[in-house]
C-alpha cells in the first residue's frame, strides 16, 4: 500500500491527508473548549523569622488563598507596651543589620500613609500594639499578595521603636519630624527584622 503525505496541525480546523483536505475534531469543538486552561492560584504561605536589639524577636506568618486578600499573623516579645511601627521594607537584606532592607515597599511611588488609604505605600502596615504579655496581632491586606509583579517574597518585616504617625504628621514642621512622615511616619528606629519566605501552605 502506498505512503499516503500528511499534514496534520492539531490547533486548525482543517488537514492535509493526501491531496484532500479533511475537517478536524477541533472545527466542531465549542469556542469554550478552545480557550486556554486557566487555572486558580493554590493557596500560598510565607513566613518570616524576626530578630533585633534588645530581645526584641517573633514570627509573622502570612496566608493568602487564590488571589484573595493575605492575612498576617504576628507573634512578638520583647517589645516595650505601645504602639510599633510595622512594615514590609523593599529588600530582603539584612547584611547590614534592619538597615539594609531598605525603605517601606512601594510599587507604585506613592505617600506613605494608614493601611486603609488610597494613597499609602504597598508595605504600609500601619501599627502593632504591645503589652506586658508581648505583641500578637492579625492583619489582612489586599495589597501584599504572595505571587505575582508585586510578590512580598523574599522582601522583610521591618518592626520599629516609635508609634507610626500613618502619615498625618504635620509637613509644615521645621526639621526631621515633618519631612518624614511621608516617608516613614515617623516611627523611629528599626528593632527587628526578618526576610519573607515561601513556606508548604
Do not use: W, Y
Not at 477541533?26 to 486552561?37: D, E, I, N
Not at 493557596?43 to 484573595?68: H, I, M, N, P, R
Not at 538597615?99 to 505605600?121: L, V, W, Y
Amino acid at each position: 500500500m502506498a505512503a499516503v503525505a500528511t499534514s496534520v496541525n492539531l490547533s486548525a480546523k482543517s488537514a492535509l491527508v493526501g491531496s484532500k483536505k479533511v475537517v478536524t475534531a477541533r472545527a466542531f469543538a465549542p469556542a469554550s473548549a478552545r480557550r486556554a486552561l486557566v487555572v486558580e492560584a493554590a493557596d500560598k504561605k510565607a513566613v518570616c523569622v524576626l530578630t533585633g536589639t534588645a530581645g526584641v524577636e517573633g514570627v509573622v506568618t502570612f496566608t493568602q488563598s487564590g488571589d484573595g486578600p493575605t492575612k498576617v499573623v504576628g507573634d512578638l516579645k520583647g517589645l516595650a507596651a505601645g504602639k510599633h511601627g510595622f512594615h514590609i521594607h523593599e529588600f530582603g537584606d539584612t547584611t547590614n543589620g534592619c538597615m539594609s532592607t531598605g525603605p517601606h515597599f512601594n510599587p507604585h511611588g506613592k505617600d506613605h500613609g494608614a493601611p486603609t488609604d488610597e494613597n499609602r505605600h504597598a508595605g504600609d502596615l500601619g501599627n502593632v500594639v504591645a503589652t506586658a504579655d508581648g505583641c500578637t496581632f492579625e492583619i489582612e491586606d489586599v495589597q501584599i499578595p504572595l505571587s505575582g509583579v508585586n510578590s512580598i517574597i523574599g522582601r522583610a518585616c521591618v518592626i520599629h521603636e516609635l508609634e507610626d504617625d500613618l502619615g498625618k504628621g504635620d509637613s509644615s514642621e521645621i526639621g526631621t519630624q515633618g519631612k518624614t512622615s511621608k516617608t516613614t511616619g515617623n516611627a523611629g528606629a528599626r528593632l527587628a527584622c526578618g526576610v519573607i519566605a515561601l513556606t508548604p501552605a
